[in-house]
């Protein structure tokens, strides 16, 4: 399997790899979808997603609220559909 590499992108990069995922970020820094303007809901906490939590994971277009519970939940479902 290849290895997964994470990137750190600054504020600006983050903001325009939202937006051509079809999100924004309301005044409070929340999350939103564009076709629906409700917030975006982490798929693995089911919370809302802040713009300075959020993780875009590789090879997708999920964005989930980083820590370490959400990222080893989805390594783990990543892992299995991989096999």
Request: proline share 5%; charged share 25%; hydrophobic share 35%.
């Amino acid at each position: 399997m290849p290895d997964i590499i994470f990137m750190d992108l600054n504020k600006d990069e983050r903001e325009l790899l939202l937006d051509s995922l079809g999100f924004d970020i309301d005044g409070n820094g929340i999350i939103i979808e564009k076709c629906t303007n409700k917030p975006y809901m982490c798929p693995i906490t089911g919370k809302e997603v802040h713009f300075d939590n959020a993780s875009i994971l590789p090879g997708s277009t999920v964005v989930i609220n980083t820590s370490a519970y959400t990222l080893s939940e989805y390594f783990s479902k990543y892992l299995e559909r991989r096999e």
